[in-house]
């Protein structure tokens, strides 16, 4: 019952490195997304997908890539990592119901990236 | 562009002590407004969807109804188990945009015991 998986958990990196965080899930969601969330700022929408070859930018999206391969999983690619991007960062995905996306949004559990 | 309000930002209440959480919005257009909870360290964890104004839903001690610029999340005698962040988002309906959830801030509830 895996459900939304992001590894890894916790990470730091120095200023102009790239990393890719990882999200997979198991429900067969047409649609998944990237939110970042920092203090007293709420979540925020960097990236957005909804179906294997087809993706769109959020709210956040400068300094991030994506792409959909497989429905299953949904990487995030930071390029070249700034202080700025310091943050908690959930992959979430949805299903279809009546031919549209619902919000009913599944959850992993969070990446933790720093920056330095 | 869509917004989202919650008041208030933190609450604290005494077990047994009931309480509401607001959630103000202005969208072009409410395809629906969903109730998220966010425990420490945790994803969010969907709650509720409302579709229309005069809208209500329950799960044991929480009641969230809908109005046209806001809704409410009652919570009716909680235990300290209910702490946790109240997350409230909206989806707009408008052709692709139905696809970008925009969330408000949050209203960290603590219950003591």
């Known amino acids: 019952n895996a459900g939304v998986t992001q590894t890894p958990k916790f990470q730091v990196l120095k200023t102009g490195q790239s990393m890719t965080l990882q999200c997979a899930q198991d429900?067969?969601?047409?649609?998944m997304s990237w939110y970042r969330q920092d203090p007293g700022m709420g979540l925020r929408l960097i990236h957005y997908s909804v179906g294997a070859g087809i993706t769109d930018q959020g709210e956040v999206p400068n300094g991030y890539n994506v792409s959909r391969s497989t429905t299953e999983d949904f990487p995030l690619r930071l390029l070249s990592a700034a202080p700025s991007q310091t943050s908690v960062y959930f992959c979430?995905?949805?299903?279809?119901?009546?031919?549209?996306?619902?919000?009913?949004?599944?959850f992993g559990e969070g990446s933790r990236l720093t920056v330095l | 562009e869509d917004q989202v309000t919650q008041s208030p930002e933190a609450l604290r209440l005494q077990e047994g002590e009931s309480s509401s959480l607001n959630c103000s919005y202005t969208?072009?257009?409410?395809?629906?407004l969903f109730w998220y909870r966010q425990d420490p360290g945790k994803g969010p964890e969907f709650l509720f969807t409302?579709?229309?104004a005069g809208e209500e839903k329950e799960k044991e001690r929480l009641k969230a109804t809908l109005t046209k610029k806001e809704s409410f999340l009652h919570i009716t005698a909680p235990k300290p188990e209910d702490s946790a962040t109240y997350l409230c988002a909206v989806q707009p309906y408008s052709g692709g945009s139905n696809y970008k959830l925009t969330f408000g801030k949050g209203t960290l509830l603590t219950v003591n015991p």
């Open positions: 429900m067969n969601h047409e649609y």
């Open positions: 979430a995905s949805s299903y279809s119901k009546g031919g549209r996306i619902t919000g009913e949004l599944f």
């Open positions: 409302l579709y229309s």
């Open positions: 969208v072009s257009g409410l395809r629906g």
